[in-house]
């Protein structure tokens, strides 16, 4: 099993990226799909999630700017950010997980497959 991320860079403040993440060796279709980031110094945080039936979850550091969506056919989940700031700068993963309780889905414990991670870098 496997997850690769890509679409990661280096933009400028309010600029926008779309990453990507690619899932092979298992169809995750009934997943919960997560994005996780993490900066130097700091704890890996929650940043989005989507679930088999198509809800989605956010912190309020990112709604409204962040929008995560899949296609299933493609075994793909992508986050599209927008109005980058520069404290959106990290190493962004994808995630994966079988099962969810909703209480949890912001948890990195809840996931069981990981990607490798892509830089993503906003400057001022």
């Known amino acids: 099993v496997q997850l690769q991320a890509s679409g ?3 933009v400028q ?4 990226l779309r990453l990507s993440c690619a899932a092979s060796g298992r ?12 900066a130097p110094g700091r704890e890996r945080e929650f940043v989005a999630a989507i679930r088999s039936g198509g809800s ?12 995560i969506s899949r296609d299933k ?12 700031k520069p404290e959106d ?3 962004y993963y994808c995630a994966a997980a079988p099962r969810v309780i ?3 889905i912001r ?3 809840t996931y069981d497959d990981w990607g490798q991670g892509t830089q993503v870098t906003v400057s001022s």
């Open 56 to 67: 989605t979850h956010y912190p309020d550091s990112v709604r409204g700017r962040f929008t």
């Open 73 to 84: 056919a493609k075994n793909t989940v992508y986050l599209q950010m927008n109005s980058l």
């Open 89 to 91: 700068t990290a190493v």
């Open 27 to 38: 169809t995750f279709s009934s997943y919960t799909m997560g994005w996780f980031r993490q």
């Open 8 to 10: 990661g860079g280096a």
């Open 107 to 109: 948890l990195p414990s």
């Open 102 to 104: 909703v209480s949890m």
């Open 13 to 16: 403040a309010g600029g926008s």
